[in-house]
């Protein structure tokens, strides 16, 4: 079983920037593949970056945030940089899979919310 906890999130200005963890447990040693999602009240569940053999990005956010890895491959981090009152909202990380080695092991392991709130 893969628990996924993300944390980071807080009050700032337009402008500013936060970043934001997303940290996978359950296969030490394993990278875990994972993706941001967002959603503000009132609206759907956006999809925000993923981090795999590569990364994806939404075109909202692309050129401001950025998806990363600790050297370990397990903690992912969100750069955000350049928010704005569009980008406010509770921000979750889903574990979607783990390579161990020459293994792939799939999950659907969600976060609780970290929320984000930028004011002008």
């Known amino acids: 079983v893969v628990y996924v906890t993300a944390s980071g999130g807080g009050s700032v200005q337009a402008g500013g920037s936060l970043r934001l963890s997303c940290a996978p447990s359950g296969f030490a040693g394993c990278r875990y593949d994972v993706r941001w999602y967002r959603q503000a009240p009132g609206k759907e569940r956006e999809f925000v970056a993923k981090?795999?053999?590569?990364?994806e990005y939404a075109d909202s956010v692309k050129g401001r945030f950025t998806v990363s890895r600790d050297s370990g491959q397990d903690t992912v981090w969100l750069q955000m940089t350049n928010l704005s009152a569009a980008d406010s909202g509770t921000y979750l990380c889903m574990c979607e899979g783990v390579q161990c080695r020459d293994r792939y092991h799939n999950f659907w392991s969600w976060s609780r919310g970290t929320l984000v709130n930028v004011s002008s």
């Open positions: 981090i795999a053999g590569d990364t």
